[in-house]
């Protein structure tokens, strides 16, 4: 794991991380969070399983500066696998299937779910139990449906989450060097 992350149990649970991903240093992971294999958590990240859980799936990345909360008692946070987060962002108490993207800047807020392939634009704010359906892009403030991702976007995000899984071994390895 990172050198310099705080990996924090709070109320006797402590999060459990899968050995290949990577927590950045400056990373923040607190309470009830389990991270899955090959996800990276990058630098200054917070990520608060405190009043509720958060469950990240393999292959996801949260870039640099994301918060990731819940709710009390109301809403969790499931992210699936091969999700992007973009720097900047706030996820909190909401489901992102597999293959999701949140852009930089972006708000999920509580009870919001993006479905798989779908897209929330740089700086746009999902507000409180919207859905974005598959395959579709959604921007602004408050978002709202501007059109179907081209297949070609589509694949071009999943060539992102495959060179975010490389960097992270390799910021990995260069961490454990120090």
């Not at 149990?9 to 294999?37: L, M, Q, S, W």
């Amino acid at each position: 794991m990172s050198n310099d992350a705080t990996i924090l149990t709070y109320e006797g649970t402590t999060p459990k991380i899968d050995p290949d991903a990577f927590v950045a240093p400056g990373a923040r992971v607190i309470g009830n969070v389990e991270i899955g294999a090959e996800s990276s958590i990058w630098y200054n990240v917070v990520i608060r399983g405190d009043v509720h859980h958060i469950r990240i799936g393999a292959r996801t990345n949260v870039q640099d500066g994301s918060v990731i909360h819940i709710s009390a008692g109301t809403h969790s946070t499931v992210i699936g696998d091969d999700v992007l987060i973009g720097h900047l962002a706030m996820v909190h108490g909401c489901t992102l299937h597999d293959r999701a993207f949140v852009g930089f800047g972006a708000i999920v807020m509580d009870g919001c779910v993006i479905e798989s392939d779908g897209m929330l634009a740089a700086g746009a704010m999902l507000t409180p139990g919207k859905r974005i359906p598959a395959g579709q892009l959604w921007s602004g403030r408050p978002a709202k449906y501007m059109r179907d991702l081209t297949p070609e976007e589509i694949a071009r995000n999943q060539k992102g989450v495959a060179g975010y899984v490389v960097e992270g071994r390799k910021h990995k390895a260069a961490v454990a060097k120090g």
